[in-house]
């Protein structure tokens, strides 16, 4: 079983000393729980691959205090990632550019480029500066295909076996979907993974940014179509259709939708926010709780738009329920 612990000026330095002696800790951020290594050290870095089961062509996100730590690790920080970075940073942006030949290829899944972002949650913050702010490469704190951790627990349970581990415990992350990523690496800024900076942001301090509709598993390997999936089979309704999704549904079905006077028994439902931000940060906490309730099938119900926020939160359902 890991080891939850708050998060004490003495935490903070067992934890910090855990990542130099190369084993992996859990931290909070703002979006998701992190799964970290520092970047520099690859024998660490390869343990939170075989932690998490992650594929080694799945590059990690490093995190750092600010844009001169991300310098420290890229080789083409751009004009672009300054402006990027004093608008939106500390936050939810992740920026994909050329790496610094000393970042070892496991952290990057042999990439030739880097995603950085910094975490503007204070657990994390306080441990990247008892680094001296060296980079801490995490991906989020979950085996591999599965939810996102939004609290410490959910990341003990999903490495129950680690006796080793060790987590911050920051609390419920407040945003509680994974962060924009956009790659900066090629000609046109383009989006990778939708997140709580919205793609209308970006375009408002960019210009154009492109936005594939499928992101190719060649342009960031972390984007598999199945992700963030419960053990449940899942299935996306369209917005309002829940009862006729239902109508020839015997077996209970667990049901997350913005309407729940719509769901009968033996069906059971969990009324989701209307409001896109409460939503985003409920949703993984949802999908955890009724993957547990032992249903057939898990229902839920699209949002009514997939612009601004919407757009990151059906990513996510999309990826949830395919199967
Ligand atoms: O909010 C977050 O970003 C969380 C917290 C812990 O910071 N981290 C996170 O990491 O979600 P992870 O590993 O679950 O997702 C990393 C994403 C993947 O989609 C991956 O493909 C993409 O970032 N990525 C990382 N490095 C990349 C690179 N060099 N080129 C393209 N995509 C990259
Ligand atoms: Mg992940």
């Not at 992740?94 to 030949?101: G, L, S």
């Not at 979907?177 to 209308?200: F, H, K, M, Q, Y």
């Not at 309002?240 to 109508?247: N, Q, S, V």
Request: hydrophobic fraction near 45%; aromatic fraction near 4%; include cysteine.
């Amino acid at each position: 079983m890991p080891t939850i612990l708050d998060p004490t000026d003495l935490s903070i330095e067992i934890a910090a000393e855990a990542l130099r002696a190369g084993r992996p800790v859990a931290f909070p951020t703002e979006t998701v729980y992190g799964l970290g290594a520092l970047t520099l050290d690859a024998a660490g870095c390869a343990e939170v691959y075989r932690m998490k089961g992650r594929p080694a062509a799945n590059p990690l996100i490093a995190h750092v205090l600010d844009a001169s730590g991300a310098r420290a690790i890229t080789s083409a920080w751009c004009p672009r990632c300054d402006e990027l970075a004093s608008r939106l940073w500390p936050g939810p942006l992740t920026i994909v550019v050329a790496r610094r030949p000393e970042v070892p290829v496991v952290a990057v899944g042999g990439r030739p480029t880097i995603a950085v972002r910094s975490p503007s949650h204070p657990v994390a913050r306080r441990l990247l500066q008892e680094l001296g702010g060296a980079a801490v490469s995490a991906p989020s704190a979950n085996r591999w295909g599965r939810i996102s951790p939004t609290i410490a627990r959910h990341v003990a349970e999903e490495f129950i076996a680690e006796d080793d581990l060790v987590i911050l415990d920051g609390g419920r992350s407040q945003l509680g979907l994974e962060s924009t990523v956009i790659d900066l690496s090629g000609p046109r800024p383009t989006l990778l993974r939708p997140g709580s900076v919205t793609l209308e942001a970006l375009r408002e301090i960019l210009g154009e940014v492109d936005a594939p509709e499928i992101v190719e598993q060649g342009a960031s390997p972390g984007t598999a179509a199945r992700h963030y999936a419960p053990r449940t089979t899942a299935a996306l309704v369209a917005f309002g259709g829940i009862r006729e999704a239902l109508a020839g549904q015997k077996a209970p079905a667990a049901v997350l939708c913005f309407d729940s006077s719509h769901v009968p028994s033996p069906h059971t439902a969990t009324a989701m926010p209307r409001d896109a931000a409460v939503y985003a940060s409920a949703l993984y906490d949802a999908l955890r709780s009724v993957d547990s309730l032992g249903c057939a099938r898990i229902l839920i119900e699209a949002p009514p738009s997939s612009d601004g926020l919407w757009r990151a939160v059906v990513d996510r359902l999309r990826r949830a329920t395919t199967a």
